[in-house]
Structures are given as structure tokens and as C-alpha cells.
């Protein structure tokens, strides 16, 4: 059974910075892509960003680009999103999806996990 | 960015009800095209890639189609664990990207 369980949001000051885990099981973790996926308070969803298998190959939406950086570590089955400079519109439930990938940070995201919010205010 | 919409926005309906959604991109996606539920405090479920594929355990009575700028979701008889939220998403170009939601209520 594919389990996905993020961890690590919580509170933070604007300007601040905050790591999101997502630890995976049930699934070859190495050959697939990861994506995290966010929805503000009462609002849709919104890609993030997308990372492949081997983890060589990156792709951000502009809102964080140069701000957050995706990466896993296979040996750990984990994946993470550092966030820097935090802005309030940052706040959200933040998922990690398994990704079916079509290059170029396009995919379908065929299992999710619960989500961790992430709340940015002074 | 390819900019989906999804009509209607919400939607009453009830149990047994046979009931349709739409999905207008902006422009043409071919059949990159996938569809979420979402029940209220949970995660995001697919249902349906490549526009009519559905995913595997999802039940027979959900089906899609479409292909170029216009889809539809339908639902041939509702269950009450069918009333969540949908949404649609393109994976044609990037970014992806997700419609706003079509919240189906029971009536």
C-alpha cells in the first residue's frame, strides 16, 4: 500500500524558513517522481514543484522559484521542500503527490498525502 | 500558463442524480487531462487520467472524456461519498495546472 506522510509545517514570521519531509513507502520511491502540491485556506489546488527519480532534473512554479528547493534522498525513501523567504501568501496545506511524469514538471499525481499546513504570520 | 475552467462552480444534486462536469482550457491539451475529488479536510484523489482512463479502484460509475479544450466528468449515479470537490488538471504544458473547483452538494 502507497503511504505518503509529510511533516514538518507549522508556524513561521514572514522572512523565515520552514523544511517539509515527506516520508514514502509501499512503492519503488527511486523510479518515481515526487511533487508537492499546495491549497491556501479555502482555495484550489496549485503545483509547486516537481522533482524526478534520481532527483537530477528540478522544475518550480515561478511564485518560488529561487526560494524553494525540492530534493529527496533515495536511501531514505524522503522527500523534502526547503522554504526560504516566506511570505504570507506562502500559507497553505502543502502535499506531496507520487508523480506520473511526462518531463519538463508535467505529470499526474496518482497518490497523495494528508498535507501539513504551513501558516506564515507575524 | 494554460488556464483551466470548470462550470459549474457548484452544483446541487442528489443521491441516484446523474450529474456532469466541465472542463474548458484555454488552449488546446490534446488528452492531457486528469480529474481529482477532494472531500472536505482531505487530500486530493485521482479518478481519471488521460482525459477517460480511470484510475484503478475508482468505481465504474465515474467516467470522462473530451480531448482539445473541452472534457466532461460524469458521475451516471451519485453515492454520498461522491459530494466533495472536483478538479480538473492539464499536464499538456508546463506549469500544470488545476481548474477552480466544482463543489457538489447534496441536494
Known amino acids: 500500500e502507497v503511504q505518503l506522510l509529510e511533516s514538518g509545517g507549522g508556524l513561521v514570521q514572514p522572512g523565515g524558513s520552514l523544511r517539509l519531509s515527506c516520508a514514502a513507502s509501499?512503492?519503488?520511491?527511486?523510479?518515481?517522481?515526487m511533487t508537492w502540491v499546495r491549497q491556501a485556506p479555502g482555495k484550489g489546488l496549485a503545483w509547486v514543484s516537481t522533482?524526478?527519480?534520481?532527483?537530477?532534473?528540478?522544475y518550480y512554479a515561478d511564485s518560488v522559484k529561487g526560494r524553494f528547493t525540492i530534493s529527496r534522498d533515495n536511501s531514505k525513501n524522503t522527500l523534502y521542500l526547503q522554504m526560504n523567504s516566506l511570505r504570507a501568501e506562502d500559507t497553505a496545506v502543502y502535499y506531496c503527490?507520487?508523480?506520473?511524469?511526462?518531463?519538463?514538471?508535467?505529470?499526474?499525481?496518482?497518490?497523495w498525502g494528508q498535507g501539513t499546513l504551513v501558516t506564515v504570520s507575524s | 500558463d494554460i488556464q483551466l475552467t470548470q462550470s459549474p462552480s457548484f452544483l446541487s444534486a442528489s443521491v441516484g442524480d446523474r450529474v456532469t462536469i466541465t472542463c474548458r482550457a484555454s488552449?488546446?491539451?490534446?488528452?492531457?487531462l486528469a480529474w481529482y475529488h477532494q472531500e472536505p479536510g482531505k487530500a486530493p484523489k485521482l479518478l481519471i487520467y488521460?482525459?477517460?482512463t480511470l484510475q484503478s479502484g475508482v468505481p465504474s460509475r465515474f467516467s470522462g472524456s473530451g480531448s482539445g479544450t473541452e472534457f466532461t466528468l460524469t458521475i451516471s449515479s451519485l453515492q454520498p461519498e461522491d459530494f466533495a470537490t472536483y478538479y480538473c488538471?492539464?499536464?499538456?504544458?508546463?506549469?500544470?495546472?488545476f481548474g477552480q473547483g466544482t463543489r457538489l452538494e447534496i441536494k
Open positions: 488521460a482525459a477517460s
Open positions: 488552449q488546446g491539451i490534446s488528452n492531457y
Open positions: 522533482i524526478s527519480g534520481s532527483g537530477s532534473n528540478t
Open positions: 488538471q492539464q499536464l499538456n504544458s508546463s506549469p500544470p495546472t
Open positions: 509501499g512503492f519503488a520511491f527511486s523510479t518515481y517522481a
Open positions: 503527490a507520487k508523480t506520473y511524469h511526462y518531463g519538463s514538471g508535467r505529470g499526474y499525481f496518482d497518490y
